[in-house]
């Protein structure tokens, strides 16, 4: 199971015998699932599956495009149909889950939500520590025990994300966008996009330009 967070840049490419049902949905359309079991399961990527556990989710999928080809299909039943599959992923993530590392794990949580409302003007893993009332050291040794990655990692993750999204997107200017991710200098942003990337943003830019929209 891949799971793909609002906004990614991302796309399909052939894989041997591979075969790939891909699900596109607004939060809003799956009603009964708690946004903390969401949030849980789009910031974890990938689960994979065992075959037993493969078996279960499959006729979740086949229900739903069943329902999806109807002509007069109704959204309630896809709707329940969506939330029940997004259900039983999510139990089958917690069966490889630590819950000893609960609160830990509230606490990432926490610190992916702040990334993601404040990314374009907090930048550094203190700025994050201060609204969560940690040293900036606690909150990087939280993040990478339960995680495996930096603090600060993150933040230049969800940045970089936002970066090829506006170059992809709106074909602003780089020194435009530079500006709108708060970076006062767009040769510092140029240098610092392709230590992450290991392309100059232009270049990224002029790549991207004639692929289609995936």
């Not at 199971?1 to 015998?17: D, K, M, N, Y």
């Not at 596109?24 to 789009?42: K, Q, V």
């Not at 006729?59 to 309630?76: D, F, G, H, N, V």
Request: glycine fraction near 6%.
């Amino acid at each position: 199971l891949l799971f793909v967070t609002p906004g990614q840049i991302h796309s399909v490419e052939h894989a041997g015998h591979s075969k790939v049902t891909a699900l596109a949905f607004n939060a809003s359309f799956t009603l009964g699932m708690d946004i903390n079991d969401l949030e849980h399961l789009f910031h974890t990527s990938v689960i994979r599956l065992q075959a037993g556990e493969l078996a279960e989710v499959q006729p979740y999928i086949e229900l739903m495009q069943r329902e999806y080809a109807e002509i007069r299909r109704k959204e309630q039943v896809l709707s329940g149909l969506l939330t029940a599959f997004l259900a039983k992923c999510e139990l089958i993530f917690h069966k490889y889950h630590d819950a000893g590392r609960d609160h830990y794990d509230g606490i990432v949580q926490q610190f992916i939500i702040l990334i993601d409302e404040n990314f374009k003007t907090m930048t550094r893993v203190a700025d994050y520590a201060d609204r969560l009332f940690l040293t900036a050291g606690h909150l990087n040794d939280i993040v990478k025990q339960v995680t495996g990655k930096s603090a600060k990692s993150f933040i230049d993750q969800r940045r970089i994300l936002e970066a090829r999204r506006l170059l992809y997107w709106t074909g602003s200017h780089v020194k435009s966008i530079a500006w709108e991710l708060g970076f006062e200098d767009a040769a510092y942003f140029a240098r610092w996009f392709k230590k992450h990337t290991g392309e100059l943003p232009k270049n990224f830019q002029l790549r991207v330009k004639n692929q289609p929209h995936n």
